[in-house]
């Protein structure tokens, strides 16, 4: 399979190399070039899941050896790596809603599911490519991606890892798994403002020319973790199936039954993945597109006007903090029958005005396979409680505002069908808003979540995720803020550039 970007359907290049690149030079994203044909269902349903990873990697990964492609699956999906043995396991919640915990890697995180193996991938394309210099990983994070790419980038040689996160608006555990990040080519700093002002300082740093050349001279390339890189993306297709899977061996669903899929969203990478899922052949009924009160994503998907234009408001859901979803890109690009010059268009507009509208075949279309809805924090907390109270099961706030949305979907439209809904962290990770859900505001006010963390654990008798433990007392060793006009300098002075 070759790839080429959104904005200009020319210049192919390996899967490899567009790993390495992360972004296209003209600003848009790496797509695959043609469809892959769909998978046999009944082909796949003995596989484990390092099987099925390998089995869906296949027709994707060129610039690589199938030998690669294996050991690299077998390094990053290992039961050193992830705490169950089905890396994704599916819990039954109802008779007719599954919870996909997506949980289980070194971070508590989805993000982990790509991000164990990204730095595989960029290693290899590295070697592959011949490329010379060492690759800057450059990641802006709404509080999770910077954590996963943390630790699989941390160490790993001719790479460099450097995460900016906003000073606010992340939880204190995701602020403090970061700023205690151990390895000899990791730096972390906190940005002043939210996630898009992190993100925008990153996508400036990227399109600059000049310290292109600069980095390029000192034997440095930069590339990304964000999901923005093919190498994100594609790993998260696999648990989409993977569940399906599990649903059959259950004898939950028939071979063929339409399922419904939540997804708790920010940049629209991990829905995406369920989009290309359903491409290769997955019998998916609806991607239900769940937001919190920064819900741009739901108005677009009921309306077909994208409009930015609105105040980032912070949320007990951080990860979906977010108001510019850059995959949104791919997804149009894909609806469009790859119409380069439409995204352009919309992009330009949505850079220049703050929002577009896209056409109306294009708005048909993308409600046929997404749905959308928001639930605000106080919707949230209530999903919380009740999933606790009906199913003694915890679910952290992300999830929440995916089964909140998941119910409102069922009331307006009546469509019962089995549903996965997508659980992208552990409650651990935000342990003051779940025990606020749970036992109300009074009784534990004032307690820093890490207190928070053995109090949730006592009460539910989960246990605290091994990583977890002692967070509190490691050593904090970037402890930074800077603002987002210094982040080019804060990037030069990490590499040993100035000063
Ligand atoms: C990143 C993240 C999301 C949003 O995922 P996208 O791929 O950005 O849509 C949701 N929940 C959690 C816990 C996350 O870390």
Known sequence: MQYYSTRSSTGYVSAAEAILKGLAPDGGLFVPVDKAAPFNIDDLKEKSYRELALTLFKPFLSGYTAEEVEDYINGAYSNDNFDHRAITPLRQLSSD????????GPTYAFKDIALQVLPYL???????????????????????????????????????????YPEKGISAIQERQMTTQEGSNVAVAAVKGNFDSAQSGVKAIFSSPVLGKTLEKAGFRLSSANSINWGRLLPQVVYYFSAYLELLRLGRIRQGEKVNYVVPTGNFGNILAGYYAKELGLPVKRLICAANSNNVLTDFIRTGVYDSRRELCQTISPSMDILVSSNLERLLFELTGH??????????????????????????ILQKHFWSGFADDQKTIRAIKSVYQDYSYLIDTHTAVGKDVLEQYRSDTGDFAPAVLLATASPFKFSGSVVEALFGQGEYSGRSEFELLSILAEKTGCPVPANLVGLEDKNILHGRVIDPDKMESHLLSALGLTG
């Open 97 to 104: 809603i599954s919870v996909l915990e997506l949980y289980h």
């Open 122 to 164: 960029l290693t290899g394309a590295i070697r592959n490519t011949g490329e010379k210099s060492e690759v800057v990983i450059l990641t802006a994070t709404s509080g999770d991606t910077g954590k996963s790419a943390l630790e699989g980038f941390s160490d790993v040689e001719k790479t460099r890892i450097i995460v900016y």
């Open 339 to 364: 119409d380069s010059e439409k995204i352009e268009d919309w992009m330009t507009r949505l850079k220049t005005s703050g929002f577009y509208r896209v056409d109306p075949d294009t708005l048909t």
